[in-house]
């Protein structure tokens, strides 16, 4: 018997979903939990699989749908099952684009000056005050010299071609002689090169770049921050790290995955700290779920994980790995999309010490963490050297705790 597929609610996501890409065709054998479509939402771009198997009969979306929680997608049923097609598809909301040409303005030079006569009269001489000098230790009247410069300006070469034509008397040319031997290069003013303008092109944000800025900016500005910060002795972190990648010399472990399995049994110990603070209600979480800030070309994305107290490290390090690969591959599960009560940062793998991360609403924590820094220390007189990690906690004022 045939299956009509709903769109399910992907969890703290919010608003309509784009359909960006169709993974089935039209015949295909789906399997129970395989991806058929794949949507983009207000977080990430999302896999949606079949909650049941068969043969796939009908799709009632199309790339480039959108389409919310509960909207029928597809149809699956038996091989040789006759489909009829419904009679209501799913009505895609195309978005246009309005191309806009961008046109070059002419700029017209208006001589202003044209057509308007002065009405007072002026004598005033324009020459550097080097010529002037020149001219009156020359005895020449400055106002019979004919400048040559910008605007008609008496320069220091007019005034020698004066004084040559004059025919003045040789003490008066041995004086110029003697301005000339002592004159400096005459400072022209600086005319800026001649460019095209700048040009700016606007780069249309997606979806997912605009939901991260309405939500950083709204946390920055609505959510009391509460900075908590702490120089961690590293020492035993790092011989641990160094002991698992001797016993399973195949694997990779990073800090992160020590720290993720930190806040976890941190998490466990003081579940009051395992919060969330919406529309003025806590929530309390039975489960230890973490998020992960992941840069990627999309912007940062803060996929969950999920249910980390049933995990070993090295299974957290295995699947920590898996998520951030899906992450930036752009694959991403509803699972990735459960809510969880913090978020680690972590950007010592580019040798920043320390920074201040904003709260991921509806959140109440996140855990901003720094590169491995070795310090001086005095031990039993001796001076050592010891690796220290800058962590900052950033807690919202809920009152969720004391």
Do not use: W
């Not at 169709?22 to 015949?27: E, H, R």
């Not at 957290?316 to 992450?327: A, E, M, Q």
């Amino acid at each position: 018997m045939a299956t009509e597929l709903i769109m399910p609610d992907l969890g703290t996501t919010t608003g309509d979903m784009k359909v960006i890409r169709i993974l089935k065709n039209i015949g295909d054998y789906v399997k129970l939990g395989e991806p058929i479509i794949e949507v983009q939402t207000d977080k990430a771009n999302v896999e949606v699989e079949s909650y049941t198997e068969g043969y796939l009969k009908h799709f009632e979306c199309k790339e480039g749908d959108v389409i919310a929680a509960g909207t029928p997608i597809a149809i699956i049923g038996e091989k040789d099952e006759v489909i009829e097609e419904p009679k209501k598809e799913v009505q895609a909301v195309e978005e246009q684009v309005i191309e806009k040409e961008d046109k070059a303005k002419e700029h017209k030079v208006i001589d202003i000056s044209a057509g308007i006569s002065i009405g007072v009269a002026t004598n005033r001489v324009f020459a550097t005050p080097l010529a002037r000098k020149m001219a009156k230790d020359a005895a020449i009247d400055i106002t019979t010299i004919k400048g040559s410069g910008p605007g008609g300006r008496i320069v220091k070469d007019d005034v020698l071609a004066a004084i040559k034509a004059s025919g003045a008397v040789a003490s008066t040319t041995s004086g110029v002689t003697a301005y000339q031997a002592q004159a400096q290069p005459e400072t022209k003013p600086f005319v800026p090169p001649t460019t095209a303008p700048q040009g700016a092109a606007f780069v249309e944000m997606t979806k997912i770049r605009k939901t991260i800025a309405t939500r950083l900016t709204y946390s920055f500005k609505e959510i009391p921050h509460f900075y908590l910060s702490v120089s961690v002795n590293m020492e035993s972190a790092v011989a641990m790290k160094k002991r698992l990648e001797d016993r399973f010399p195949e694997r990779k472990f990073t800090y992160t995955d020590l720290l993720i399995k930190i806040v976890e049994k941190a998490l466990a110990q003081f579940p009051e700290v395992n919060t969330s603070y919406q529309d003025g209600k806590i929530t309390q979480y039975s489960r230890q779920n973490i998020s992960l800030a992941i840069s990627t070309d999309d912007g940062l994305i803060t996929p969950t994980l999920i249910d980390l107290g049933a995990l070993s490290l090295a299974e957290t390090s295995l699947y920590s790995k898996d998520v951030v690969s899906r992450t930036r591959s752009g694959k991403l599960s509803a699972k990735e999309l459960e809510p969880a009560a913090i978020t680690i940062s972590n950007l010592g793998m580019f040798g920043i010490e320390e920074f201040q991360a904003i709260i991921n609403p509806p959140q109440s924590s996140i855990l901003a963490v720094g590169a491995i820094i070795n310090q001086l220390k005095l031990r039993n007189g001796v001076v050592c050297e010891v690796p220290h990690m800058k962590a900052k906690s950033v807690k919202f004022c809920n009152f969720s705790m004391n």
